[in-house]
C-alpha cells in the first residue's frame, strides 16, 4: 500500500502564490509517475500536472507557465509551485501516485483563492 499526505492548501488572495507538497510512505518502492489533479465545487476532477520517475512533466494546458510540478525522490515528496493564482483555480487538489499500474490517491488539499 501507498500512502499520500497533502499539505500546503490554504486561504489565499488573487495573484499570490501556494506550494503543495505530497509526501509518499508505505510500498513506496516502484511508485512511478506522481502529480496532481484538481475537483472544483460542481466540476469534474481533472489533471493539473504530472511528474515521471526520471523527471518528465506535463502540465495542463491551462496552467501551463503559471504551476511547476517537481519532484524529490530523497524525500518521497512531489510538489506543485503555483503563482498568479486565479479565482477558478479554487478546488480541492488531490496527490496521485501510480504504482505497478495502479493509482493511489491522497484525500486532499483544499486551496481557495479569493478576489
Known amino acids: 500500500q501507498v500512502q499520500l499526505v497533502e499539505s500546503g492548501g490554504g486561504l489565499v488572495q488573487a495573484g499570490a502564490s501556494l506550494r503543495l507538497s505530497c509526501a509518499a510512505s508505505g510500498s513506496i518502492s516502484g511508485i512511478n509517475a506522481m502529480g496532481w489533479y484538481r475537483q472544483a465545487p460542481g466540476k469534474e476532477r481533472e489533471l493539473v500536472a504530472i511528474i515521471s520517475s526520471g523527471g518528465g512533466t506535463k502540465i495542463a494546458e491551462s496552467m501551463q507557465g503559471r504551476f511547476t510540478i517537481s519532484r524529490d525522490n530523497a524525500k518521497n515528496t512531489v510538489y506543485l509551485q503555483m503563482v498568479s493564482l486565479k479565482t477558478e483555480d479554487t478546488a480541492v487538489y488531490y496527490c496521485?501516485?501510480?504504482?505497478?499500474?495502479?493509482?493511489?490517491w491522497g484525500k486532499g488539499t483544499l486551496v481557495t483563492v479569493s478576489s
Open positions: 496521485w501516485g501510480d504504482r505497478f499500474g495502479r493509482d493511489y
